[in-house]
C-alpha cells in the first residue's frame, strides 16, 4: 500500500465518506475518467518518484461496485493485488457499509439535492462565468457535459482557446517541468481528495500550477460564495465534483473528451499527445537551463493575477490561530493543506515587493525533496502558496532548555548526517542552477516529521552571473542589517552598503553553513552575547573561533568548519567538498558518544551547568583521580603522550582500554577520554545514557582495503626479507616476506608485552616494568604497557596482533611468507565497553577484537543489523571495493531478511595463509559463524557479562563453546599450537 492509498485510508470518517460521497455522485464514466485520470497521474508519479507499482485497489473498488450494479459495464474490473490485501479487506468492509448507508441516503437526498445543486451551482456560474474559462455546465443530472472537441493539432489548443504552445511556454518560462507539474498535481490532486476542506482550493491550484488560463478558471472556482462566506471545511460536494471535473478538463482528458462524442477518453491519443507537450518542454527546459545564468529572472514578469483568495472571509484564512511563521516580509499561514505565504500588508515598498517576484521566479524553477516546492501564488493577493512542511526549523535547537537536560538529544553525528541533505539541497542549487540562496540559516531550514530538511526563504536568492542582481543589492544587505547578520560571512557584513556583484559567490552560502553547522553542534545561536556592530568587528578567522570555539568537537568537523568560515572567500570549499568531508567525518569518527554525552562534554555551558548534578560531569574528577592513581605505567604512558594526543579519532582503541588511558590524556583529548573515564567510572551511567539517546544512530567505520593494505606493506616491509625467503617471496602485496626481525630487542619487547598482557589478563600480576621500559623505544607508533595499547587506528592494532602472529612463528622458523590474506571484517564495541565489550575481551585473543570475514555478497539482515548495533559499529574491510563502505542502519535490503532462513548465510573466515618453510598453512584465521549465532552470541555472552559485572571468576572456556568466538587462549598455547603447524582454534567448525 502506498502513501497515497494509506492516506485515503487514514481520512477522517467524514473526509472519507465525503469524499465516497463525492464519487459516488459520479457517474460510471465520469469515475472510470476520474479514475484512470489518478491512475495515469500516479503511475507518471511512480515512474518519477516511487518505483513501484500504484495500488489502485481502493479507488477502483467504486468503480468496480457500481459496474456489478450497471449491466452496461464492463464486468471484469481487474484489481491490482498486493500484500497488503488483508489491511485492505478490512478497510474496504468498513468502506462497505459506509458506502451502503450512503448508497441510501444519496438515493433519498439525491431528488433533494440535485435541484439545489444545480441552482446552486447556477449560482455560481452567473458569479464566476466571466472567469470561468469556458464554463460549461459540468454537472448536470449525474451527466457530465464534455466540452466541444478540438482538434489535437500541435500546438495543441485547449478549451479555453489558448494554445497549449502558449500555455506551455509559459509555464515553461517558470521553469515548470512535466514532471514538477504533474508531480504537483497529482499531490494536489491527493491533497483535494484528502481534505474536503480543501478541495475546491487544492484542485484549483492545481490547476494553475499546469496552466494559467485553466488556472483561472479552477482557481475562481475556490471562490464560491459558501466558500467565502462560511468555514473552508464546509465546501459542498458540488464544489469538489467541480474541482475534480475542472482537474479532467484541466489536464490531457480534456483534449480527448473534447474530441468525442463518446465520454471515454481516448488515451493513446492523450498518451501521444502528453508525449509531445513533454518533448516541447524538455526541449524548452533544456534550452532554459543552457541559458540559465543569461536570464534574468527578474526581467520576467509574473502574470499570475488570480485572485487565488475568497473575496469574504479572509480574516478567518489569517487568523493568528491559523499562522505558522513569521519572517521580517511575510506571514506564513497554513491554509487548505498548504503553507501560504503573504507579504505583509503593512510592507508596500517596492523592494519587498521585488524580493516577493524574486522568491516565486526562483521557486519555480526548483525542484528539489529538500527544497519547498511552490504551489501557486497571486501577484495581485501577493501570496504564495507552498508546500507545508509539518516541522520546526532548526533554529529551534538552541532554544531548549540547558538545564536540566531534556531526556533526548540529539545525537551530533545524526545531526551532520542530517545536514548531508542541506548540502544536497545547495550542491542542487550552486551547481545545477547556479542559484545562491544567500540567507542561509536554521531559521530557514524545516525538519519535517519524515526528518526531512527543506530549505525555504528565496526571497533574496540570487542567480550567479546575473547583472541584474546588482538592482537589489541594497535591498538585499539590508535585509542582513535584520537578523542574518549572524550567518553573513564578513565579505557582506562588511559592504552592506556596496552593490557590488562580485560579492555574489558561492562562498556566501558555504560561510553561513559553518555557522549553522556550528549552532546545530553547539545547540547555541552564534555570538550569542554579541551585537550585530561586534559581530562586523571580527577581523580574523582566530578571532571569529574565540567567540565559536571549536576544539571540543571531532577533529574534522573542526578542519570543515574552519574552512568555511576562511575570511577569503575564495578558499572555502564548495559543497560538493563538503558532502565529501561530512561522508568522511561520519566514517571516521567513533561512535562513542551519544547525543546526550556529546552535549554534555563538548559544551561549556552544560558542563558548568550540570557539574553538581550529573556524574557524567564528573570527568574532571576522574581525571584527577585517575592521575592520582597512575601506577608504573606513568612512565610509559608520558612517554606514549604524544601518540595519545593524535588519538582524538580513536575513541575506540581508548574506550576499550582500561582507565589507564586517562593518565595519558594532557590538555588537548578531554572529550573522548572524558568520555573513557565514564564509560570505566560510571558504567550504570553510561547505560542509563544509552537509553536516553533515542536518536542515536550506528556508525560504522570502514577503513578502505587499499589503504590496509599499503599499510600492511609498510608494516611488512620492516622485516627484511631473508635470502632463504625470497625465492619463496611473490611480488604482490600479500607475499611479503618476513624474516626473523634483526632488531631484536624490540620485538623480544614487544612479544613479552603481549605476553604481560595475557598475563596480566589472567590475573596473574606480573607487571614487567623492564619491559614496558623497553618499549618506549620502539619507534613502531604501537603504545604498549602492562594493560592496554593504543594506535592511531584500529587497523594498526588489527595488523599489530597479525604481526605478533608472525613474529611467534618466525622465532621457530627461518622465514614466513604470507601468501593470502584474505579480507576480514571486525566487529568492534566502544559503547558496550564497560560491560559486553570487557567480555568479550576475555574470549578473544585480542583485546578488543573479535574477527569476522564477510562474504563479498553478504546481505546483512535487519535483525542482523540491529545486532550489531548493540555491538557498536563495524568496521569493514572489503578487498573488492576500495571505496570505503558505509553500512547504514536501514538498509533497504536488510529489512524483509529474516536471521535465520536465508543470508548471511556465513560469515567466512579472515585467513592468513603462509608459506612455512615449504608448507603453505594457514597461520591466522578468525572463526566462521551464521547470522543467527550472532544473535546466540549475545545470548551466551550475558551470563558471562553478569559474571563479569557480578564479580564473578568467569570462565574462560566452558560456558562458551560458541565456535565462532575465539577463545582467550594463553600464548604459551598459542605458541604451541604455531610449533604445530597452524594457529587453529579447535572449536572452530
Ligand atoms: N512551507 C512552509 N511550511 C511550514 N512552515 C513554513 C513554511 N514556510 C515558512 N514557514 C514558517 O514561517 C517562517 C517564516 O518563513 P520565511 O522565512 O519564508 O518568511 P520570511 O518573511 O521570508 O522570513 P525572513 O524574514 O527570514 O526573510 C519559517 O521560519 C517557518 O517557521
Known sequence: MNSFEKKILILKKDDKDSFIALVKQLSIKEKQILFDTID?????????????????????????????????????????????????????????????????????????????????????????????????????????????????????????????????????????????????????????????????????????????????????????????????????????????????????????????????????????????????????????????????????????????????????????????????????????????????????????????????????????????????????????????????????????????????????????????????????????????????????????????????????????NNQNNNNNNNQNNNNLNMGSYRYSPPELLCNINNSNNSLISKSVDVFSFGIMLWECLNWRLPYELLSKEQVKQIKTEMERESHLPLDHL??????????????????????????????????????????????????????????????????????NNNNNNNNNNNNNNNNNNNNNNNNNNNNNNNNNNNNNNNNNNNNNNNNNNNNNNNNNNNNSNHENNSKDDTTSVIIYESIPWLKFKTFLSNHLNIYRPSSASSNTSNSNLTSKSIQKPQQQNKYNNYYNNYNNYNNNNNNNNNNNNNNNNNNNNNNNNIIINNRNRNYNSYYEYIFDYIKYILMVIDERRDSVSVIEFSRFCTFFSPLISSSLFRSIQIFCDIPGLYGYCLKKDLVLSSSMITLMSKIGYLIFIDPNNTNQLFLKTKAPNCNSISPNNNTPSNFIDFTIRAKIGNHNQRIFQCHGHTCSSLSALIKELQPLIDNNINGGSGSKKSTLNSGFLYQKTPISEIKDRHINGSYLNQNYK
Request: glycine share 2%.
Open 40 to 464: 495515469s497521474r500516479i503511475r507518471k508519479l511512480q515512474t518519477i518518484y516511487l518505483n513501484k507499482p500504484f495500488n489502485l485497489k481502493f479507488l477502483q473498488t467504486f468503480i468496480k461496485e457500481d459496474s456489478d450494479n450497471d449491466e452496461d459495464e464492463d464486468e471484469d474490473e481487474d484489481v491490482e493485488e498486493d500484500k497488503d490485501e488483508d489491511d485492505f479487506e478490512k478497510e474496504e468492509n468498513n468502506e462497505g457499509d459506509k458506502k451502503k448507508e450512503i448508497e441510501k441516503s444519496r438515493d433519498s437526498e439525491k431528488s433533494n439535492t440535485a435541484g439545489k445543486l444545480i441552482k446552486e451551482k447556477e449560482i455560481k456560474e452567473e458569479r464566476y462565468e466571466t472567469k470561468i474559462i469556458p464554463k460549461k455546465p459540468i454537472y448536470k443530472d449525474q451527466q457530465i457535459t464534455i466540452p466541444q472537441q478540438q482538434k489535437p493539432t500541435s500546438p495543441i489548443k485547449d478549451n479555453s482557446g489558448v494554445s497549449f504552445n502558449t500555455s506551455f511556454s509559459s509555464l515553461s518560462s517558470l521553469s515548470m517541468s512535466t514532471s514538477t507539474s504533474s508531480l504537483l498535481s497529482t499531490s494536489l490532486l491527493s491533497a483535494s481528495l484528502l481534505s474536503t476542506s480543501s478541495c475546491g482550493l487544492s484542485t484549483s491550484s492545481l490547476s494553475s500550477s499546469i496552466n494559467n488560463s485553466s488556472l483561472s478558471s479552477s482557481s475562481q472556482l475556490s471562490q464560491s460564495p459558501s466558500s467565502s462566506s462560511s468555514s473552508p471545511s464546509s465546501s459542498s460536494p458540488l464544489k469538489r465534483i467541480q474541482s475534480i471535473q475542472n482537474l479532467i478538463r484541466s489536464n490531457s482528458l480534456r483534449l480527448s473528451l473534447s474530441s468525442s462524442s463518446s465520454l471515454l477518453p481516448n488515451f493513446n491519443l492523450i498518451q501521444q499527445q502528453q508525449q509531445h507537450h513533454q518533448q516541447q518542454q524538455q526541449q524548452q527546459q533544456q534550452q532554459l537551463q543552457s541559458n540559465s545564468n543569461n536570464i534574468s529572472p527578474r526581467t520576467q514578469l509574473l502574470n499570475n493575477t488570480t485572485t487565488l483568495l475568497p473575496s469574504n472571509g479572509l480574516e478567518e484564512i489569517f487568523n493568528e490561530n491559523n499562522k505558522i511563521g513569521e519572517g521580517g516580509q511575510c506571514s506564513i499561514y497554513k491554509y487548505m493543506g498548504t503553507a501560504l505565504k503573504r507579504l505583509k500588508p503593512s510592507l508596500s515598498s517596492s523592494s519587498v515587493s521585488k524580493e516577493f517576484e524574486n522568491e516565486v521566479l526562483i521557486l519555480e524553477r526548483l525542484n528539489h525533496p529538500n527544497i519547498v516546492k511552490i504551489i501557486t501564488y497571486s501577484t495581485i493577493e501577493r501570496i504564495i502558496l507552498l508546500e507545508f512542511i509539518d516541522g520546526n526549523s532548526l533554529d529551534k535547537y538552541p532554544n531548549q532548555p540547558l538545564s536540566p537536560l531534556p531526556p533526548s538529544l540529539p545525537n551530533p553525528l545524526k545531526i551532520i548526517q542530517d545536514f548531508q541533505q542541506i548540502v544536497d539541497a545547495m550542491i542542487y542549487l550552486h551547481n545545477e542552477l547556479g542559484i545562491i540562496h544567500f540567507d542561509l540559516k536554521p531559521s530557514n531550514i524545516l525538519k519535517n516529521s519524515k526528518n526531512q530538511f527543506k530549505l525555504i526563504d528565496f526571497g533574496i536568492s540570487k542567480f550567479l
Open 554 to 623: 571531532p577533529k574534522g568537523i573542526q578542519d570543515l568548519i574552519r574552512l568555511c568560515w576562511k575570511q577569503d572567500p575564495s578558499i572555502r570549499p564548495s559543497f560538493i567538498e563538503i558532502r565529501s568531508r561530512l561522508s568522511e567525518i561520519i566514517l571516521n569518527n567513533i561512535p562513542s558518544l551519544n547525543g546526550r554525552q556529546f552535549w554534555i562534554s563538548c559544551s561549556k555551558y552544560l558542563q558548568n551547568s550540570h557539574s553538581s548534578n550529573d556524574n557524567n560531569n564528573n570527568n574532571n574528577n576522574n581525571n
